[in-house]
């Protein structure tokens, strides 16, 4: 148990896709203009992770060498078409706003990455708790960042009108910001990583 609370917190913090490991950035910076497309990436990120994480572990003895990176592309192409088809017809406004950069999830480095380095050489349960992990530490940055950058920049949580007009910043809702906000981000989750570093090593 305490193997997959690991491989599940990894993600996180220690080992977050994009606070430490700064993969996956392009679609992380230019989907967080809004609280709803962070959580509506988030959510869509996790899945295709998690199943295909899922069914490469499953598979993994039966995916030749030689080919399994166009085996993953395949597996990962196929989760991502699904995500985009239940978005254009349940949320075509949300889908619409996000653009490419649904369909640009089969590319995505942090999906290929997990893939190659622990789903290909690890068990179902392992995969999963990992994907998980991954994935809600992608979500929470995501979110994280839109809700700044909504609220500073445009004045609103969801849509809904929170700060006067007289107090936004329009530059957190331009490309600058979300780097602002971003660079903000790493230096705290770097001072978090050392200072619980320093506390475990102190015991």
Do not use: H
């Not at 996180?12 to 967080?32: D, F």
């Not at 991502?80 to 706003?97: G, H, N, R, Y």
């Not at 690890?122 to 991954?134: H, P, V």
Request: aromatic share 10%; glycine share 10%; net charge positive.
């Amino acid at each position: 148990m305490k193997k997959y609370l690991s491989y599940f917190t990894n993600g996180i913090l220690r080992e977050n896709p994009l606070l430490m490991l700064m993969i996956g950035l392009c679609s992380a910076l230019a989907v967080t203009t809004s609280l709803a497309n962070g959580i509506g990436m988030g959510i869509a990120m996790t899945f295709v992770l998690l199943m295909s994480e899922i069914i490469i572990s499953a598979f993994r003895s039966l995916i030749p060498q030689s080919i399994r990176i166009p085996v993953f592309i395949i597996v990962i192409a196929a989760f991502t078409t699904i995500v985009d088809l239940v978005m254009k017809a349940f949320t075509p406004e949300l889908s619409k706003a996000m653009g490419v950069f649904i369909p640009l999830i089969v590319v995505n480095c942090i999906i290929m990455g997990r893939v190659e380095s622990f789903s290909y050489k690890r068990t179902i349960t392992e995969s999963i708790a990992d994907a998980l992990g991954m994935g809600i530490g992608y979500t929470w940055v995501l979110c994280s960042i839109s809700f700044i950058r909504e609220l500073l920049g445009a004045g609103t949580i969801l849509g809904m009108e929170v700060l006067p007009e007289s107090i936004r910043m329009g530059f957190f809702a331009q490309s600058p910001g979300g780097f602002f906000v971003f660079g903000l981000m790493i230096a705290v989750a770097l001072a978090a990583k050392k200072a619980l570093e320093r506390k475990g090593g102190s015991r």
